[in-house]
């Protein structure tokens, strides 16, 4: 019986099974995900020199406690934290107007404490004097070593003037430790997150003709995100740039009506359940010319050898020689985006490791089973009638023997040569 079901849970995370409770089909467990996470922060936290851990940035908090909180934009480690002890249950942070429904609905966490948005120099006073100070003092840290990952500057400033003895330190490199690596549950969520992705992008194609615009195509991907369940888009600001918009690439959707013979990129996404998976399509608007079909030839074959570089004991130095060598073969070597060419995904967007980063401290790191990341080639070429950028991105596992694409969207065969 036990072998049987571990038969059926390794088929987890292979396809996107649905998204509803189900007594038919074993769909994973989400309270045992959670649990396994807060297992491996506090098991990364016993074996570190940090006493606990105080988060902000909202994927951290999530992935230690489940909460979805109402994100305003610019100020999402702003809103909501959680402390985090290595023997204890988490305690919430928690935004005002989440208060309530939170302690009615999480009913795995036991502590909840109210805070404002933590802004106001006056506001972050009081929450420090009256919360976030008596908290720390309650569980013996006021002079310990805690780990905080990201706030205002005030706050920290507050809780040095409060705690002077309280030693503050890095503890976003240990919660990126923790997610780098995916558990089984977390690849279940990321399969449906693909699932509806590749469903916004296909809105967002079918909408491409002449004489609509980039917010016309974006309005429909994101109106199917939503009427598919999805939290969010990848990008807080979807991207769908068409002709010459994309040469140099302008990273927005704007009111450029599409045109005939245009390039059109569109990168959008979606997240399920605190999970992201990032797909980007480039489609030719009518006919493509020879020098587009070059163009995106190239990139298409760099983001295969990307994803056949994606296996176990490769490096993600390794991927980026394997895409750029692409690039170079095709003379295009110096037609690549100055950006990163990969990045990690998972319950953060974009997250380490990344792929070709040219600027001072990239590191290299090697890849393991599990580990999650989106490739996403991108080449421009000035002077192209319609314009002559293209991306191509999908989110692939690291498997055995190659990265296997969590993200199927199709690609567009008139611009393969």
């Not at 402390?83 to 609905?105: E, H, K, M």
């Not at 948005?117 to 310990?144: C, K, M, Q």
């Not at 393991?368 to 319609?386: D, F, N, S």
């Amino acid at each position: 019986m036990n072998l049987d079901r571990g038969r059926a849970r390794g088929e987890l995370g292979r396809f996107a099974h649905g998204q509803f409770r189900t007594d038919y089909e074993d769909r994973g467990d989400l309270a045992e995900m959670r649990e396994q996470r807060l297992e491996r922060v506090q098991t990364a936290l016993a074996a570190s020199d940090l006493d606990a851990l105080l988060l902000f940035k909202d994927e951290n908090v999530r992935y230690a406690t489940g909460l979805r909180g109402q994100i305003l934009n610019g100020k999402s480690a702003l809103l909501n934290g959680v402390l985090v002890r290595a023997g204890g249950a988490p305690i919430l942070l928690n935004s005002g107007g989440d208060f309530q429904r939170t302690q009615s609905t999480m009913t795995w966490i036991e502590g909840f404490h109210p805070i404002p948005i933590l802004e106001a120099r006056g506001l972050i006073r009081g929450s420090v004097d009256e919360t976030i100070g008596p908290l720390l003092s309650e569980n013996g840290l006021g002079d310990a070593r805690v780990g905080i990952d990201e706030s205002s500057f005030i706050t920290v400033q507050e809780l040095g003037r409060a705690m002077p003895s309280l030693e503050l330190d890095d503890g976003d490199s240990l919660m990126q430790e923790c997610r780098r690596v995916k558990l089984p549950q977390e690849l279940v969520l990321m399969e449906e997150a693909a699932a509806i992705a590749e469903a916004v992008n296909s809105a967002a194609e079918a909408a491409v003709r002449p004489g609509v615009r980039e917010t016309d195509v974006a309005a429909e991907a994101m109106h199917t995100l939503y009427r598919l369940g999805g939290e969010m888009a990848h990008v807080a600001t979807p991207f769908v740039a068409s002709g010459e918009h994309m040469s140099p690439p302008n990273r927005l959707a704007t009111d450029k009506i599409i045109r005939e013979g245009d390039l059109v990129f569109i990168d959008i996404g979606a997240m399920w359940n605190g999970y992201f998976s990032d797909v980007a399509r480039t489609v030719i608007c009518g006919k493509p010319s020879r020098r587009q079909q070059e163009v995106y030839t190239a990139v298409h074959e760099s983001l295969v050898a990307g994803t056949e570089a994606m296996k176990i004991g490769s490096t993600n130095d390794d991927v980026a020689a394997a895409i750029l060598g692409v690039g170079e073969r095709h003379g295009l070597a110096e037609n690549f985006i100055t950006l990163f060419i990969g990045h990690g995904i998972g319950i953060g967007s974009n997250e380490p490791p990344y792929v070709g980063e040219e600027l001072a401290g990239a590191e290299t790191v090697t890849l393991e089973a599990g580990m999650t990341l989106a490739l996403e080639p991108l080449i421009w070429v000035p002077g192209v009638r319609g314009g002559g950028g293209v991306r191509l991105e999908d989110t692939i596992l690291v498997e055995d023997e190659r990265g296997r694409s969590l993200t199927r969207s199709a690609f567009d065969e008139r611009l393969i040569l």
